[in-house]
């Protein structure tokens, strides 16, 4: 059925259905989010008065002459790493002052290393704490206020960035902070905005596309602050990226609307597609969902005692501690032992975020298709994807473990690896509004902040197994001890997993009865689908 073709039928993107009118909005919002987070990064090379003596090494390389085709060190020398280089690492690579240019050296900031840390960091700060407020809030008085609201802090602490950076740097980081206490709310309310517009079987490509957008917002980012930082000066990529945030922002709250019952440009034709496909999904979720109501406040014991939140917190703790290693330190280990600067490349640099983009919108869409096709049940579907996208990494980094020292093989492994891991959009992402569809911002936030405090520890582990000693020997270990991780979290949401909506998602359902339907959903989902029927031979 091609919703939205009915008489009338006009929104802000006329020619879509309002629900795909809807996930433009919010992708285009989480972009803007992760633009006004990630100009920083890059701006900052032009804020700051570098001092090149501090910034000028010599490059050691780990690899033997042979493996680098009987390359000597002379070969080597200028070759040099990006700003974002581990610098608490000796005999790293470190930039080559000839990579800097004059707009550069001559930053106004007099900024020392440490300074320009806690600017950077003062974002985190802030974005850990709300998570969970974020996730509630949109609960209980809707995504579009919440999520506007986020966006509308991000574009006017943009805006407000180089008037603050030039006044004290103290004025800047209580901004960044500010900053991240509304962001925080970002990823978590998208849930209940996707519990109301979108049936069962779009929703894995709503999270691929929405939620994973920041892969392809850095890519983006990064060259257009650039472009404007070259022609225009460092103050300008605030205002622009805090300019397109508050246009969105005009936007968003123009034409947003919380339900499709709201939407007063939604066509009749689909607006019965929404409602129907939502209250069956409702319906083979929980049989007696239609008697119940939410409850008033989170169900915090319950959550707290139930296997399938459980399964979540700890699989996205695993799949965090595996992707900060990816994200973070694959990078420094082809700089540091292959020679090689992947950030001195912006293709390359790019490369890594536009795979797994393209594995999440893949496995998405196959996911879709294979529910609403009836060819697997919800659970398995669930599980077949975020075993992909946890050992298919787990594998990928023993394979870059053992690679050699050819950087052009390692890149590819990283792709790769980056490229399994978009799966887990389908997989763990997904099967959180599975469980529960009136606190799954609640769940999110609380499972975002579990992965963040993974995020930070990692760096610390990884810091004790290379301190000093930056060889392939200790690299190897690092990525060794990612499998264990990944391979334990995996088998751990693979017991607990489930696709059944839980009983603290409701207020009203007795025991007795929540418990039979259960039971029966769980005999309807097999890990594989098909075995419906024990006592049916042609199911076996």
């Known amino acids: 059925m091609a919703a939205g073709d009915g008489p009338g039928y006009f929104h802000i993107f006329g020619w879509l259905p309002a629900r795909i009118s809807i996930a433009l909005l919010a992708l285009l919002g989480m972009m803007n989010a992760v633009m006004v987070r990630v100009n920083l990064s890059v701006a900052i090379v032009a804020m700051v008065r570098w001092n090149t003596t501090a910034i000028t090494h010599q490059v050691q390389v780990h690899c033997t002459a042979t493996q680098h085709h009987n390359a000597n060190a002379s070969d080597l020398e200028g070759v040099s790493i990006g700003e974002d280089e581990d610098e608490g690492a000796e005999g790293n690579m470190t930039r080559s002052p000839a990579l800097l240019d004059d707009s550069v050296m001559e930053g106004e900031l007099d900024w020392d290393e440490v300074t320009q840390g806690f600017v950077l960091g003062a974002f985190f700060y802030g974005y850990c704490v709300t998570q969970i407020i974020g996730g509630r809030l949109s609960e209980v008085y809707g995504t579009r206020i919440v999520f506007g609201l986020s966006i509308l802090a991000g574009g006017i602490s943009a805006v407000l960035t180089p008037m603050a950076a030039r006044m004290n740097y103290i004025i800047l ?3 960044r902070i500010i900053q991240g206490l509304f962001q925080g709310a970002t990823i978590p309310c998208i849930f209940p905005l996707m519990v109301r517009w979108m049936p069962l079987q779009e929703r894995s490509r709503f999270i691929a596309y929405v939620l994973f957008c920041n892969n392809l917002s850095i ?4 060259p257009l602050c650039g472009l404007v930082i070259n022609y225009l000066g460092w103050a300008a990529a605030f205002y622009v990226t805090g ?3 508050l246009a969105w922002c005009a936007l968003w709250f123009t034409f947003m609307y919380e339900s499709p019952n709201q939407h007063p440009r939604i066509s009749p034709e689909e607006l019965q597609y929404i409602q129907e496909h939502l209250e069956e999904n409702e319906s083979q979720a929980t049989p007696a969902s239609h008697q119940a109501t939410p409850p008033a406040s989170v169900p915090w014991r319950e959550m707290a005692t139930s296997w399938p939140v459980w399964a979540i917190l700890i699989c996205d703790a695993g799949n965090s501690f595996g992707f900060s290693v990816y994200f973070s330190h694959i990078p420094t280990y082809i700089q540091n032992i292959l020679g090689f600067s992947i950030k001195q490349n912006g293709v390359l640099s ?27 049940s919800v659970l398995s579907v669930r599980r077949v994807f975020s075993t992909i996208a946890m050992m298919g990494p787990a594998v990928n980094l023993l394979a870059v473990a053992h690679s050699g020292c050819d950087p052009s093989t390692a890149i590819a492994l990283l792709c790769v690896g980056f490229f399994l891991n978009g799966f887990i959009t389908t997989g763990l992402f997904a099967n959180r509004v599975d469980i529960t569809t009136n606190f799954c911002g609640t769940l999110t936030g609380l499972s975002n902040t579990c992965a963040n405090v993974v995020s ?6 990884v810091g004790s197994l290379t301190q000093n000693q930056q060889t392939l020997g200790q690299w190897q270990k690092v990525f060794w001890m990612c499998v264990p991780v990944y391979a334990l979290s995996e088998i751990f949401f693979l017991i607990f997993a489930s696709a059944s909506t839980q009983k603290w998602n409701y207020s009203n359902i ?5 418990e039979a339907e259960e039971s029966t959903s769980e005999q309807e989902e097999s890990f594989l689908s098909g075995v419906t029927d024990p006592n049916n031979d042609q199911n076996i």
């Open 173 to 175: 980081i209580i901004i």
């Open 219 to 222: 890519t983006f980012t990064l």
């Open 243 to 245: 300019g397109l945030s």
């Open 350 to 376: 790019a490369l890594p975020f536009l795979c797994r983009y393209l594995g999440a919108i893949i496995s998405a869409t196959v996911a879709d298709m294979v529910m609403a096709r009836g060819l697997l």
């Open 456 to 461: 930070v520890i990692v760096p610390i582990v």
């Open 510 to 514: 007795s025991k007795d009865t929540y």
